[in-house]
Every structure is written in C-alpha cells, then in structure tokens.
C-alpha cells in the first residue's frame, strides 16, 4: 500500500503534478511561522515540522495542512539529495524523505511579511548544492535539540530555561573594519545560528553557533576565528545585540576533527582567544545539547553551557576590548 503522506513517499511523479493552486488558502499565525521560517532558515524536513510546529498533534493532520500548501504552491518540496540520509533526526516514515522550502507563491508573501525585497526572496528559496543542503539540516537540526534541551532543563527551585533561536539569514552583519596599514576594508559577520539561553531568572546568555561538516580547511577556520574574536572586541556585538559578550558553539562530525579544530584555534587565536569557543560532535549534541558535552580549549573536562562564562563577564570586566575602529 503506498503511503501518499506528503512528508514520506511521493504522491506522484513530478510531471504529473499541477502546478497550479486548488484553492485560497487562509493562513493562521502557525501557517505564517512556518512559511517565514522556511524562508530563513532555508529547508527543513517533515520530522523538523512536525516537532517545530504541530508538537503534540498527528502526523496525520500535519501531513493534511502540508498538502493544502503544497497545492497552494506556498511551500515547495523535493527528494533529500542522494547520500544525506544521515542527517535525518529521525527515520522517515515509509520511503524517501522530503526537503520542503518556500514555495513561488510563499515568496511574495514572506517577503511582504517581513519587509524584505521580493527578488532576494526568491534567490533564497533555492536549495542549492547537496553539501549546502546537509549544512541548512544540521542547522535546524541544531534548533530541535535546543528546544528539547531547554523544555527538559529545570533548577531544584523549578526554574525554567528559555531559548531564543536566530539562524544565519537573519543574523548577518557587513560593516568595514580599518587595516593595520589604515585603509578600510569589508567584513562580514555570519554565523550559522545564534542560541540565546536564560537559565532560570539569569539574564540572556548569547551563543554563536557553527556547524563544520569537514569541508572548510585550517585556514578558512582561522579565519573565521578571527573575525568571532573581532566582532568581539569592537564591540560591534554589543552595538547590534545590546549585550556584553558571547561564546561560539562549534559542532562538527567527530572526535578527531573536534580536535583538529580545537588545535587551530589555539594556534591561530592563544590559549585565551580560543577559550572563547567550545567545540562537541554532533552525536554528543542529541545526548543533550545543555548535558557536559562542550569541550573548550585549555579546559581538562567537558563543560556544560550554565557554567561556562565569558572571561569578561566572569570576572565582571571587559578584558581585550579595543575601541570600535569600523563602521
């Protein structure tokens, strides 16, 4: 029997679907955060949806609101790209999984959401190559383990955590930063996500991550690094986010490249700059993104993110802090 549930196996052949509307959709505010968040973050899978957006109700009626979009070409789906099978979060209820993004008639309506120009909407709705396809999963991926790990996180006294997730689209900076030689030059500022986390009544905690699946060489990192390390000390962070300091989160594929990477960082940045970053693989992230699972450089054991301060605001100073020399 064939499962025709827009999230599993395809319902038919790509030539032999309309490509135009049934009918009018009315979109609630769920409908409107799907569609938006789509748009940011890039792509997700049925699984993501579901656990984003209909926790605690059927598959069934997911997959029934999933097709009145489809068929309202509101949001678009394909096949996941050959050999990605293992970035699913879960398996894939009876066949191929689906990449859904946002659909040729979701553009005009996100882009008049949230103000954007329409033409980069509609750049943004391509997935691109597999490589960028597995990099946006992991992303949200990312996001779902957040999530859980801060429903699940409590202090004796009851105390909650609270979770704010931002991804790239949503967070990329440009501004110009003056050479040594004093000539200005471009930089831009783009990390795959930011997690701001409040444990219990403590004010926000902001975490830059990045998701390395073992494509970007020493060099790039390095380079990476320095611009993590920059944002810092301008204090263009402060500027834009209205905070103190930041850490940055790394999750990469396994224990040797984790330890690669911890060893650029510590070559490129001091014992000090790369204190600055804590580093885990993507098999410890579903253990428990808030469990002891941060390995950060000088540190003898992994740590978890409610004890791991930034030097500024553990000793309650602003240490390495440069004047603001950008615009």
Not at 38 to 43: E, I, K, S, V, Y
Not at 102 to 118: E, I, R, S, T
Not at 120 to 146: D, K, N, Q, S, Y
């Amino acid at each position: 029997m064939t499962n025709n549930a827009p999230g599993s196996t395809p319902l038919k052949t790509a030539a032999s679907v309309s490509t135009k509307p049934r009918a009018a959709v009315s979109l609630g505010t769920r409908d409107m955060t799907l569609l938006r968040d789509l748009l940011t973050h890039g792509a997700m899978l049925a699984e993501h949806i579901h656990a984003l957006y209909f926790l605690g109700r059927s598959r069934r009626r997911m997959n029934q609101r999933l097709r009145q979009l489809l068929d309202a070409r509101l949001i678009a789906r394909r096949p996941l790209p050959l050999g990605l099978s293992g970035h699913l979060p879960f398996p894939a209820p009876g066949g191929i999984p689906w990449v859904f993004s946002l659909g040729n008639a979701g553009a005009p309506v996100v882009a008049a959401h949230l103000g954007w120009d329409l033409a980069e909407v509609r750049r943004l709705t391509r997935l691109g190559t597999p490589t960028a396809a597995a990099h946006t999963l992991e992303i949200v991926g990312l996001r779902l383990h957040a999530e859980e790990a801060v429903r699940e996180w409590k202090l004796a006294d009851s105390s909650v955590a609270r979770l704010q997730f931002l991804p790239e689209r949503l967070l990329r900076h440009g501004y110009q930063v003056r050479a040594p030689g004093g000539a200005w030059q471009k930089e831009v500022y783009k990390p795959d996500a930011l997690l701001r986390i409040a444990f219990g009544d403590s004010a926000w905690r902001h975490y830059f991550a990045e998701i390395d699946l073992g494509h970007t060489s020493s060099r790039e990192w390095e380079t990476k690094a320095a611009i993590a390390i920059r944002y810092w000390k301008t204090g263009l962070f402060e500027k834009r986010y209205g905070a103190e300091d930041f850490l940055t989160l790394v999750c990469t594929t396994g224990e040797r490249r984790r330890m690669q990477l911890c060893r650029t960082l510590v070559s490129r940045l001091g014992a000090e700059g790369a204190a600055r970053f804590g580093l885990t693989t993507f098999a410890e992230v579903s253990s428990g993104l808030l469990s002891p699972i941060w390995h950060v450089p000088g540190l003898p054991h992994a740590v978890r993110l409610e004890n791991w301060l930034p030097m500024s605001l553990a000793t309650g100073g602003t240490s390495g802090r440069q004047p603001c020399d950008c615009v």
